[in-house]
């Protein structure tokens, strides 16, 4: 049986320190640093060797994990540490912007190391677990390198060799999810101003997040967005569009915020006045989307 590969770990987050603490239950020396020393006390404690300084931290392993608030911390911490980089594969598990990972493959690469990017679909106690799963981009040789080590954090859903696909994708994710949280503290603030305790309603908003995906049809919706063809069904978007006029009209009758409602009713206005008052409520998607041309511009290079 081999010999697990060392590996590094910078930013000592919440998520970081699950990540440090997976690997070491992995049986992998585990090399830290973060900007506060004291956050690595209790991962010394548990085996992880703590580094004097961001290249010494670089130079203990081939495989070098970040876990920072975004891309710009890269540069700051790895900065000072460039000459130690050459021949290393660093993977960049902050969040950022699809074209910020893209210049950040350009300057890893002129400084001599290989970027993969990523995006974590999971919260920290998901990690190592079956439920937990991690976006990678970059080149593919460097990612089958580091593979297995990576596999540990959750299931690798590799995307290509564009640097930018893992993050477009999770901020995709994340796009649902934020705005899926958003909707169900609006909604709590719904009920409450009419007298239904947040305790009482969130079950409740529960139930409404499990049965949405029959709305998505499968892979209906996709299929209809991508497409452009919306055949209209019992959820048309002139359905749809009086059912936002109304949830606009109730958080403005009892004083709630209304911006969020406010922004899905101007989707439906606008996919009405596109002539899509027959089609289905994922015609809606037309007027969000890019133009094509700029879609076709912005298509990742494999």
């Known amino acids: 049986m081999s010999t697990p590969t060392p590996v590094t770990l910078i930013g000592l987050g919440p998520m970081g320190q699950a990540m440090v603490r997976t690997f070491l239950a992995a049986g992998h020396g585990v090399t830290v640093w973060n900007r506060t020393p004291s956050r690595a006390d209790a991962l010394v404690a548990e085996g992880a060797v703590l580094a004097g300084s961001p290249a010494e931290a670089v130079a203990a392993s081939d495989v070098v994990v970040l876990s920072l608030t975004d891309y710009a911390a890269m540069y700051d911490v790895l900065g000072p540490a460039s000459d130690a980089l050459r021949g290393r594969t660093i993977v960049n598990l902050s969040s950022d912007t699809p074209g910020a990972t893209r210049v950040a493959a350009r300057w890893a690469a002129d400084h001599g190391a290989t970027l993969v990017t990523g995006g974590v679909m999971a919260p920290p106690p998901m990690l190592g677990t079956t439920e937990a799963y991690v976006y990678y981009s970059g080149p593919e040789a460097a990612f089958r390198a580091a593979e297995s080590t990576l596999a540990l954090l959750g299931e690798p859903r590799y995307l290509g060799a564009d640097a930018g696909l893992a993050q477009l994708m999770y901020q995709a994710q994340l796009d649902v999810f934020l705005t899926a949280?958003?909707?169900?503290?609006?909604?709590?603030?719904?009920?409450?101003?009419?007298?239904?305790?947040?305790?009482?309603?969130?079950?409740?908003?529960?139930?409404?997040?499990?049965?949405?995906?029959?709305?998505?049809?499968?892979?209906?919706?996709?299929?209809?967005?991508?497409?452009g063809v919306h055949p209209g069904h019992l959820s048309t978007a002139t359905m749809m569009g009086a059912t936002a006029a109304h949830v606009v009209g109730a958080s403005e009758e009892l004083g709630v915020d209304a911006a969020l409602p406010r922004a899905v009713l101007s989707h439906y206005e606008r996919a009405l006045a596109a002539g899509h008052a027959r089609d289905s409520w994922t015609a809606i998607f037309e007027v969000i989307r890019a133009p094509r041309a700029a879609v076709a511009e912005t298509a990742p290079v494999e």
């Open 181 to 227: 949280l958003s909707g169900v503290a609006h909604a709590a603030a719904l009920a409450e101003a009419a007298g239904v305790p947040p305790t009482r309603f969130v079950p409740e908003a529960l139930q409404t997040l499990v049965t949405t995906p029959a709305m998505l049809g499968g892979d209906g919706a996709g299929v209809e967005f991508e497409t």
